[in-house]
């Protein structure tokens, strides 16, 4: 890990593996590196980043909790031509960097998208839920009874895990704030915008997952030209099925570039 200094001054925490041409991944939101190094393939002659974000993994918890920030922090620790990407939130910080810094971009990984053109879509409201029954001093045996609860155990395993993961994330306050910031947020870009992005891009989404909607992984695949799209098998019912299919569309990705 090398401790990188954010423009306010926040000690943000870059995690490196490999050798070779400059790959940043980003995590989901309440994720960190162990994330991104478990879903990006180990490949020879691609040096894989991630950046922590702030209140994620060991890197400070100071100044704004949101997409915009975040993607300011990657722009300033990213070197030009690189291969941009990552996980849900890590694929909003990824997409708003996209539209705004083209020139440093040499391809777009997109996995499990969030969110388009628009903040704080309905697939983050059991993100919302779970915050402010966090900050109401709310347990994971009380999130057990809601309806969320048994709506996504039937439909979305994957989702109900890591909800519940963040009934036990400490500091339980700072979780509840950023929870709910980030699931009101949104990568502050336009449809058009998302349909002049030029670099070329993989869009990566899977079934069985309310918060990240198939749908949606589809829609950023149609909207952006020339975009190759794979759907992979549900996280939820078979976790390394999921990942063995995600490392073989990136390699394939990296290797046409």
Known sequence: MTPQLAADGARLALH?????????????????????????????GWRLNTLECRAHGTSDATGPLSIARFAQDVAGAMPDNTVLGG???????????????????????????????????ANMSSIAEVAAMI?????????????????????????????????????????????????????GISRDQIAAIRPPTLVCGCAEDEIHPLPMARLWAETIPGARFVELPPKGRDKPAHLAALHAAIAAFLKDL
């Not at 009380?142 to 994957?158: I, K, N, S, V, Y």
């Open 87 to 121: 996980i849900s939130m890590g694929a909003a910080i990824s997409a708003r960097l996209a539209v705004r810094h083209p020139e440093r971009l040499r391809a777009l990984i997109l996995v499990r998208p969030a969110w388009f053109d628009c903040p704080a879509p």
């Open 135 to 187: 900050a109401d001093g709310q347990t994971a045996a009380e999130f057990d009874r809601t309806g969320t609860h048994a709506r996504l155990a039937a439909t979305a395993p994957d989702n109900l895990a890591s909800l519940t993961g963040f009934f036990t994330r400490e500091p339980l306050a700072l979780t509840a704030r950023l929870l709910a910031a980030i699931a009101a947020d949104g990568p």
């Open 16 to 44: 490196s593996r490999g050798q070779g041409a400059p790959v940043f991944f980003q995590h989901g939101l309440g994720g960190d590196h162990l994330q991104t190094f478990e879903s990006f393939p180990d490949l020879p």
